[in-house]
């Protein structure tokens, strides 16, 4: 069974830092393309950044210089430092992976049970 666990969620003032952490685990062949997508209240999940197969990073403008996104392929983890925070960015963060189980099969997306990340001001 293949498992995304989230973790490093919170309550953090305007202006603060929070890192999100993302842990790949179970039997899988590979892991390709691994992103983190967020839904705040009432509104569609969006994606934050992404790490595709190449290793290139893509970042939504509404992170871009802010967020960092890292991942380590030995650990199967991403990680997401989230800087200069402001009430906008509250929302439930997913982490999300392409993953192909075995080299006959084709790649399944999964996704984290989510994390909550707060910015009060």
């Known amino acids: 069974q293949v498992q995304l666990v989230e973790s490093g969620g919170g309550l953090v003032q305007a202006g603060g830092s929070l890192n999100l952490s993302c842990a790949a685990s179970?039997?899988?062949?590979?892991?390709?393309?691994m992103g983190w997508y967020r839904q705040a209240t009432g509104k569609q999940r969006e994606l934050v950044a992404r790490?595709?197969?190449?290793?290139?990073?893509n970042y939504a403008d509404f992170v871009k210089g802010r967020f960092t996104m890292s991942r380590d392929n030995a650990k199967s983890t991403v990680s997401l430092q989230m800087n200069s925070l402001n009430p906008e960015d509250t929302a439930v963060y997913y982490c999300?992976?392409?993953?192909?189980?075995?080299?006959?099969?084709?790649?399944?997306?999964?996704w984290g049970q989510g994390t909550q990340v707060t910015v009060s001001s």
């Open positions: 179970g039997s899988f062949f590979s892991i390709n393309e």
């Open positions: 999300n992976a392409n993953i192909q189980l075995n080299m006959w099969r084709p790649t399944y997306v999964y």
């Open positions: 790490i595709i197969s190449g290793g290139g990073t």
